[in-house]
């Protein structure tokens, strides 16, 4: 499976942003597609996570009540959406997919999200 990311940018605090992840090929029901982002200098953290088939979702208790994970599964994509953004959000931002939470062994390029204050 290849992902590709998108919907990255530059916004003020306080702004929304909605990032996309679409995988080709295809996504077993059991997988587990993430979201995990690296600040400059910082090691690449978990985000939010959401399982392909049963649609329940995880998240980091920095974006709990800001952020939301969803996929669609017709266009076998997976959806962030950012909201209330803080500068501590900038980052850049992966998708990723695998066998469990946690597990991944795929990898989508990175977009780069910057918040402004």
């Known amino acids: 499976v290849q992902l590709q990311a998108s919907g990255g940018g530059l916004v003020q605090a306080g702004s929304s942003l909605r990032l996309s992840c679409t995988a080709s090929?295809?996504?077993?029901?059991?997988?587990?597609l993430h979201w995990f982002r690296q600040a400059p200098g910082k090691e690449r953290d978990f985000v939010a996570a959401i399982r392909w088939g049963a649609g329940t979702t995880n998240y980091a208790d920095s974006v709990k009540e800001r952020f939301t994970i969803s996929r669609d599964k017709a266009e076998n994509t997976v959806y962030l959406q950012m909201n209330s953004l803080k500068s501590e959000d900038t980052a850049v931002y992966f998708c990723?997919?695998?066998?469990?939470?946690?597990?991944?062994?795929?990898w989508g390029q990175g977009t780069q999200v910057t918040v402004s204050s």
């Open positions: 990723a997919q695998g066998p469990g939470l946690g597990d991944t062994n795929s």
């Open positions: 090929g295809r996504i077993f029901s059991s997988h587990v």
